[in-house]
């Protein structure tokens, strides 16, 4: 895998945004991209290189995350060698639907991508995020402390995604990596647009969070000083609460 500018690469903390190509990851790519080197999670590899190509220091890192087999393409001769300074995991689906709708497929998805994936890319990058004692971040929700009806499925993957998390952070305190999880309301994103036709609703833009403003409270809590870890954070847009 090669760097848009490896020789500015050699200088920056490494930081892994997955789901970079849109939403509130996109937004944190932008965030970051002052003072570190990004690897951008996605799909899309044409979008992610001209995502990487508009920042000082990106390179794609291409992967479809529920798929064991293509992570391992996608982590294969990528360059740690100063460790992983921060992991943020943005890539998330919203499965809508009651109790009586869903069928386990639905369930299995929302699991796969909103919980599990993450576990297995963290799982695979603890050796460097520990060599750069770094900082893990889950974009959870605040679905991840009150369930509601019609997205229960949602809900419970961002429950588990916060034990997770807890569990991590324990498990980690000896090795110096750092665990957050950050709990956005309504972000303007094409989630939110699905979420709103779901609910039937009129999208309102301006009531609701701009990615950018999720992206400074991430780049906050990444930048947070060696003694401390924010182990939670919960935003809620000004007007909706
Ligand atoms: N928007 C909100 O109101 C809101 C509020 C609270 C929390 N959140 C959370 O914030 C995070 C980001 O949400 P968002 O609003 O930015 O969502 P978004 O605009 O829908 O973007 C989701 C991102 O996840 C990626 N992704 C989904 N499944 C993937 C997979 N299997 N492998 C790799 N990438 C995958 C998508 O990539 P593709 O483009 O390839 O599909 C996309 O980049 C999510 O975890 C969400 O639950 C959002």
């Known amino acids: 895998m090669t760097a848009s500018h490896p020789a500015a690469r050699t200088s920056r903390p490494v930081v892994l945004v997955t789901g970079a190509n849109r939403g509130i990851g996109r937004a944190v790519a932008h ?34 995350l529920t798929d064991p087999a293509d992570l391992d393409r996608a982590l294969t001769g990528l360059a740690l060698e100063e460790g992983l300074a921060g992991l943020v ?9 009651s109790v009586e709708e869903l069928t386990p497929a639905d369930w299995e998805r929302n699991f796969a991508v909103n919980v599990t994936a993450v576990s297995e890319l963290t799982r695979r990058l603890l050796p460097a995020l520990r060599a750069a ?13 009150a ?14 995604l916060r034990a997770w998390a807890d569990a991590l952070r324990q498990e980690e305190l000896a090795a110096g990596v750092r665990v957050s999880s950050v709990h956005p309301g309504r972000v303007d994103t094409e989630m939110q647009h699905e979420l709103r036709a ?5 999208y309102e833009a301006e009531q609701y969070l701009r990615p950018a403003t999720v992206a400074a409270a991430i780049g ?6 060696e003694d401390a870890v924010v182990t939670s954070l919960d935003l809620r847009p000004r007007a909706i609460g």
């Open 31 to 64: 965030e970051l991209a002052a003072d570190h080197h990004l690897l951008l999670g996605g799909r899309d590899e044409q979008a992610l290189a001209a995502l990487a190509a508009e920042l000082p220091s990106a390179e794609p890192f291409v992967a479809e």
């Open 133 to 145: 004692r770094g900082t893990v971040v889950a974009v959870n929700s605040g679905s991840g402390y």
């Open 89 to 97: 995991h943005s890539a998330g689906i919203l499965v809508n639907g």
């Open 147 to 160: 369930a509601k009806g019609d997205r229960g499925a949602y809900s419970a993957s961002k429950f588990a």
């Open 198 to 202: 779901a609910e039937q609703g009129a």
């Open 220 to 225: 906050f809590v990444l930048r947070a000083p």
